[in-house]
Nanobody
C-alpha cells in the first residue's frame, strides 16, 4: 500500500513553467512504472507521460512532447513533471499514479493514484 501526494500546481500564464512533484509514502518494492495523467471537467483523463521506475526511461504523450519532461529521484521515491511553454489547453488536474504492471499509457494498469494538483494556465 502506497500513498502518493502531488504538489506544485498553481495558476500561471501562457508560456510559463511549472514543476510538479509526486512524493511516495510507503514502499516501492513492486513498482514498475509511474505516470502522470491530467483531467479537465467534461473530458476523459488523459495520459501525459510515464517513466520506468527502475531504468528511468521516460515516455511522453504527443500533446506535451518537447515541452514537458518526466524524471524521478529513485532514492527519494519522488517523481517530477517539468512543464515548460505551458498553454491554456494544459489546464487540468494532474495526477500521479503507480503501476506494478506497466511503464506505459494504459490507465487501467495503474493501481495507486494521488489526489491530484490543479494547474491553470491563463492566456
Amino acid at each position: 500500500q502506497v500513498d502518493l501526494v502531488e504538489s506544485g500546481g498553481g495558476l500561471v500564464q501562457s508560456g510559463d513553467s511549472l514543476r510538479l512533484t509526486c512524493r511516495t509514502l510507503g514502499r516501492t518494492m513492486s513498482r514498475l512504472g509511474m505516470g502522470w495523467f491530467r483531467q479537465t471537467p467534461g473530458k476523459e483523463r488523459e495520459y501525459v507521460g510515464s517513466i520506468n521506475w527502475l531504468t528511468g526511461s521516460a515516455y511522453l504523450g504527443d500533446s506535451v512532447r518537447g515541452r514537458f519532461t518526466i524524471s524521478r529521484e529513485y532514492s527519494e521515491k519522488t517523481l517530477y513533471l517539468q512543464m515548460n511553454a505551458l498553454k491554456p489547453e494544459d489546464t487540468g488536474v494532474y495526477f500521479c499514479a503507480e503501476s506494478r504492471l506497466t511503464d506505459g499509457s494504459n490507465q487501467d494498469e495503474y493501481d495507486a493514484w494521488g489526489p491530484g494538483t490543479q494547474v491553470t494556465v491563463s492566456s
